[in-house]
T-cell receptor, first 112, second 112 residues
Framework: QKEVEQNSGPLSVPEGAIASLNCTYS??????FFWYRQYSGKSPELIMF????GDKEDGRFTAQLNKASQYVSLLIRDSQPSDSATYLC????????????FGPGTRLSVLP | GAGVSQSPRYKVAKRGQDVALRCDPI?????LFWYQQALGQGPEFLTY????????KSGLPSDRFFAERPEGSVSTLKIQRTQQEDSAVYLC??????????FGQGTRLTVV
């Protein structure tokens, strides 16, 4: 059974702080990992993906992957109120499969 | 089109009615996915197409659910004899096959 777990939140951080979002997955064969942002009533929007152990940075966002610990995280630096949304972690089992397994999402609230 | 287009945006169906949900993927995207998202939950995989071939339908919850993509472009998700537990947002996503999926706005189905 493939499972992806996230704290549902809400996670509240003050404006300008670093928001840290965490995700664990059960299938050790998972190969690729994605972070989606979903505003209320809107569709998920891809913001980051990572395939290799370590860190990947894109602007204010950093994804961190540790396959040994089956753990992936998303850091948002200089958090803005516009970052307030639900962040979904998605995991893909192998390099050719297309079945993304999503976590339940973490609701982030950035307080002005 | 510029993005994934889904129609209708909202559908209210009486219990027992059949419904058909349409997805227009991004032009040239070979991969197409259907997901079901209940309120407050992450998207749950339903089915996946590569061009016109339905390669994975393991997530379809019952034989009342049927999906097709006859010409490898537009896809239709059909739900027969709708039940109240079918109420959810149905999301369609497409990708070039590089595992970066782009979602449509979804169809919110309410079964009364």
């Amino acid at each position: 059974q493939k499972e992806v777990e996230q704290n549902s939140g809400p996670l509240s951080v003050p404006e300008g702080a670093i928001a840290s979002l965490n995700c664990t997955y059960s299938d050790r064969g998972s190969q690729s990992f994605f972070w989606y942002r979903q505003y209320s009533g809107k569709s998920p929007e891809l913001i980051m993906f990572i395939y290799s152990n370590g860190d990947k940075e894109d602007g204010r966002f950093t994804a961190q992957l540790n396959k040994a610990s089956q753990y992936v995280s998303l850091l948002i630096r200089d958090s803005q109120p516009s970052d307030s949304a639900t962040y979904l972690c998605a995991v893909n089992l192998d390099n050719y499969g297309q079945n993304f397994v999503f976590g339940p999402g973490t609701r982030l609230s950035v307080l002005p | 089109g510029a993005g994934v287009s889904q129609s209708p945006r909202y559908k209210v169906a009486k219990r027992g009615q059949d419904v058909a949900l349409r997805c227009d993927p991004i032009s040239g995207h070979v991969s197409l996915f259907w997901y079901q998202q209940a309120l407050g939950q992450g998207p749950e995989f339903l089915t996946y197409f590569q061009n016109e071939a339905q390669l994975d339908k393991s997530g379809l919850p019952s034989d009342r659910f049927f999906a097709e993509r006859p010409e490898g472009s537009v896809s239709t998700l059909k739900i027969q004899r709708t039940q109240q537990e079918d109420s959810a947002v149905y999301l369609c996503a497409s990708s070039l096959g590089d595992r970066k999926a782009f979602f449509g706005q979804g169809t919110r189905l309410t079964v009364v």
